[in-house]
């Protein structure tokens, strides 16, 4: 029989919580749910507003994964959704504002992605995002060099940018950043991406080709488009291991010498976000939010 949990007044059918998700570790569907449970206060506030699709991956890493943008059917009414604008015409996605609804699409096994924009102000970014992605043989240890040269760049635009590992091989840095649409912090990504190149021309790429990919860093500006979402803070993501988008201090990123050193799995949260807290939260203070030049 599913069991029912009750979540903030909220009846939810929590299924296959024996379920091995994770075969490496032998990770299980239940734990999954326990760790968004207890990441929750500092999820939460990154998922709040923003629509959200879902990388799914029901049955593991080495099953079927697949996006879900659009209101999965059998969503409850309680959950809230909104209508988004697409070019190909509207559409209606989730919000996740609360532990119900967390818990209600973690139950669906998914790895949360978001706009850098808010339901409300769909025309106006809020977040300036670098996904820095490693072509073998590099590794985020170069993606933390170019991260350290990123973060002097920004900050002499007035600009504070905040790491987070990707949760799969790579780095992501993220701004706040206000009275820009979506494509005029895109065309600002990819100059500083240029001049990343330009400046570190044997580690740094602003294209996407792939035969220039090895051994560089794609920086890649493209995430910014109002279309593309990029993982959430704290989503566990669908690889071999519970590996989770974290949050990282600088440095930490100055210390990085070998790729482990920031691969960060769910059990490893619950000890980082008592040292730490949320080293995201001043993304939230939309008076820390600055100007392109």
């Known amino acids: 029989m599913t069991p029912i949990t009750e979540v903030e007044g909220r009846r939810l059918a929590l299924s296959n919580l024996e379920k091995v ?77 609360d532990l119900a609804s967390l818990m209600w699409a973690a139950n669906l096994v998914t790895e949360f992605h978001t ?52 949760g799969s091989k790579g780095l992501h840095l993220l701004a706040a950043v206000r009275g820009a649409s979506s494509e005029q912090v895109s065309e600002y990504a990819k100059e500083l991406a240029v001049e990343a190149e330009r400046a570190m021309p044997r580690l740094a790429l602003h294209r996407m080709t792939r035969n220039l990919r090895p051994g560089k860093v794609f920086v890649d500006w493209s995430q ?35 790729p482990g050193q920031l691969a960060f799995q769910a059990g490893d949260m619950g000890p980082r976000l008592q040292d730490y807290g949320d080293l995201l939260g001043p993304l939230l203070d939309g008076g820390r939010a600055s100007r392109l030049p």
């Open 115 to 166: 706009h850098q924009w808010r339901i409300g102000t769909p025309d106006e970014a809020d977040r300036l995002v670098l996904d820095l992605d490693p072509g073998p043989p590099a590794t985020i240890v170069e993606c933390c060099e170019v991260a350290l040269w990123l973060r002097e760049r920004l900050a002499a635009d007035g600009i504070e940018a905040y790491p987070k590992t990707a």
């Open 21 to 97: 998700l994770y075969p490496a570790t032998g990770f299980t569907k239940g734990e999954v749910l326990h760790y968004y449970a207890t990441a929750a206060e500092v999820l939460l506030p990154h998922l709040r507003d923003r629509p959200v699709s879902f990388l799914r991956y029901p049955d593991g890493p080495e099953g079927q994964v697949f996006f879900t943008k659009n209101v999965p059917p059998g969503t409850p009414d309680w959950v809230t959704t909104a209508e988004v604008p697409r070019s190909e015409g509207p559409a209606r996605m989730v919000l996740v504002q």
């Open 224 to 258: 910014n488009a109002a279309r593309k979402t990029t993982a959430a803070p704290y989503t566990l993501r669908a690889r071999a291991l519970p590996l989770v988008s974290a949050p990282v201090t600088w440095g930490e990123v100055e210390e990085c010498t070998v």
